[in-house]
């Protein structure tokens, strides 16, 4: 094939955006609560200044937590009595930030799933009567395609692997036909609820999230103990890795936090080299099957996204194999991994842009919304 063939076959393989360059500034507020977080967040999207490209700008994120005592989870009920508590002033907060008016925006998203129902039934109710109220468009949106949205935005990565680990989900995902598929997922629990569980078991405290606290006490761990390593093909089962560590916590040699400081023997299992277990073990297992699908689709980068995420481990694990393939890891801070409202606000957006609206009797919640059922159309 002569250059000039080459550069055809590219040009011709090139795939046009469907999502139109916006010929004013238009304004989303998206509500997040399908779980302990409650998130309010305003996207702006407008025409650049110059060229075709589109200028996203983050107005305001707001985000309150629900926090239980150690050793305890939190229940949907007492979770959904927190939204309620909240969301009129984290929207006000929101609101104020923003320094726009309602008459400024264009849509309103919300989450309509998968997560708690008594939650996500919460934001909503809001949703519908704000709606209502002031005459503003709604759009659904899926949790997880918030997480990938945002995350392509914040990082500027172009078609990764995603790797989404967060309380109630753990998948490998990629982009294919408009429709983030599915590669690779537990087969129980997720990484999350692993790590929050595991958490409980041996007195960790809540805030500011369990699976930050184990990744603190994870550096002083010295010792790996063996664990199950639950890779199944392009899936994961963590239940049992789960079972084993909490055994560990009924073995005569494990010391616990009441008497880590006194003498112990070389046998000796404390607290520390749990959490530093759970963690190397459990990232590994991940790594290993993003790195399946990366080879599979011919993939060199990884994008991050969901709670777990933050921890910087995880995103060093990842990154030693990704440049191994000679590809990178994008990742953000707390602000966009862990649940926000700017997320289901910037999906949201990307949805009214290209007419999906959801009508007033379609706006009911789902605690199962699986994420390859989103038609992705604002994706070539």
Known sequence: ???????????????????????RRLLCLGIEGSANKLGCGIIS???????STTKVTVLSNVRHTYITPPGEGFLPSDTARHHRDWIVRV????????????????CIAFTKGPGMGTPLQVGALVARTLSL????????????VGHIEMGRQITSSH??????????????????????????????IAIGNCLDRFARVIGLRNDPS??????????????LVPLPYGTKGMDVSLAGILHSVESYTKDKKY????????????????AYDLCYSLQETAFA??????ERAMAHVGARDVLIVGGVGCNLRLQEMMGIMASERNGRVFATDQSFCIDNGIMIAQAGLLAYRMGQITPLEKTGVTQRYRTDAVHVSWRA
């Open 91 to 106: 929207i006000e907060e929101a609101i104020r930030k923003a320094g726009v008016r309602w008459s400024d925006m264009d």
């Open 133 to 144: 109220l002031h005459g503003i468009p709604l759009v659904g949106v899926n949790h997880c």
């Open 1 to 23: 094939m002569t250059t000039a063939q080459a550069s055809t076959s590219s040009t011709t393989k090139k795939k046009i955006s469907p999502l139109t360059r916006p010929s």
């Open 210 to 223: 369990p699976g930050y606290n184990i990744e603190v006490e994870a550096k002083k761990g010295k010792k």
């Open 159 to 188: 078609n990764p692997i995603v790797l989404y680990v967060s309380g109630g989900n753990t998948q490998v995902i990629a982009y294919s036909q408009q429709r983030y598929r599915i590669f690779g997922e537990t087969l129980d």
């Open 285 to 290: 297992m991940l790594v290993e099957i993003t």
């Open 45 to 51: 999207h407008s025409p650049a200044p110059s060229g």
């Open 255 to 270: 010391i616990s936090w009441n008497t880590i400081n006194e003498g112990k023997g070389e046998d000796a299992i404390t």
